[in-house]
């Protein structure tokens, strides 16, 4: 299977207690490689149009207050079946239904601050990934 | 007369004092700069590297993640352009990607150092950076800013204002 790209991003939850070396290492011991990495502190415009898809969902005015109350940690994600693996290391959305040593059953404390996000399909992964970094932003992992 | 210069100088001890507690307030938010080199980013060490910053109480405020040009390598390392090592150095640092993160905390110049260990992966502490991570003493893991004056000239070699966060 050649290279996939996916999205991550650590939430504020997960930013404000300090588990981004927690989670970067659930990536890395799964295979995953981060080809890019930034930190931002989301402006509402920025967090609204990330999440436009959800625009008419009742969620939609919480999920973007809570993203922009603290930076965010942004990730590209690169390996065999990355997209897929991502999904399966953070667990169901509902972090009280996600599987024990997943990302959410062990860092997220609600449905709203789940601790991570990760793309839903390849077409969005390249969308997001093209949302926030710049081809020149994302390096070249031959090792 | 000496009673006024008594009073003058009391006023002017106390002013000290105010001075230097709001120095010392300031210290919980020095920063400096730490890069994870080519070979520990190459062996994946990256999550486990930033747990041992936030675990010892230092927060991240920026990261970017970038493979140095020799231009910009021979740069950052401009100090030490005429050291033996230096050709090594820029080979080396210029060998694959590397992360580099502003980190911030009180003590965080002194912190992250303890937390590297030394220079030289033999003689590193058990526990610190460069023992679990170094591979020798060129390829060893982390760089971490010497004094607050270099990391403030680090910091700004590679990030904005901007682009780090208020945490």
């Known amino acids: 299977m050649s290279k996939e790209r996916t999205l991550s991003i650590i939430k504020p939850d997960a930013i404000g207690k300090n588990h981004i070396g927690g989670i970067l290492s659930r990536f890395e011991e799964a295979g995953l490689k981060i080809v890019a990495a930034k930190m931002i502190h989301l402006s509402k415009d920025q967090a609204e149009g990330f999440y436009a898809v959800h625009k008419e969902r009742p969620f939609f005015k919480d999920l973007v207050s809570f993203m922009i109350t603290g930076p965010v940690l942004i990730t590209v994600l690169e390996g065999a079946n990355a997209l897929q693996k991502n999904r399966d290391i953070m667990g169901a959305t509902d972090p009280k239904k996600a599987a024990p040593g997943t990302i959410r059953a062990d860092f997220a404390q609600s449905i709203d601050e789940n601790a991570v996000h990760g793309s839903d399909s390849l077409e969005n992964a390249n969308i997001e990934i093209a949302y926030f970094f710049k081809p020149n932003e994302i390096v070249n992992r031959t090792r | ?167």
């Open chain 2, 1 to 167: 007369m000496k009673l006024l210069l008594f009073s003058a100088l009391c006023v002017l001890l106390t002013y000290n004092t105010v001075v230097q507690a709001q120095t010392v307030s300031g210290k919980t938010k020095e920063q400096t700069l730490s890069i994870i080199k080519p070979n520990a980013v190459a062996a994946n060490h990256i999550g486990e590297i930033i747990a041992r910053f936030e675990k010892a109480g230092l927060k991240i405020a920026a990261i970017k993640m970038l493979t140095l040009d020799k231009k910009e390598a021979q740069d950052f390392y401009a100090e030490h352009n005429e050291r033996p090592f230096f050709p090594d150095l820029i080979e080396f640092m210029t060998s694959g990607p590397i992360v580099v993160m502003v980190l911030q905390g009180d003590q965080a110049v002194a912190k992250n150092r303890e937390l590297m260990g030394a220079t030289d992966p033999s003689k590193a502490a058990k526990g610190t950076l460069r023992a679990d991570f170094a591979e020798s003493l060129t390829k060893n893991a982390v760089h971490g800013s010497d004094s607050s004056q270099s990391a403030e000239r680090e910091i700004a070699f590679f990030f904005k204002t901007s682009g780090i966060a208020n945490r």
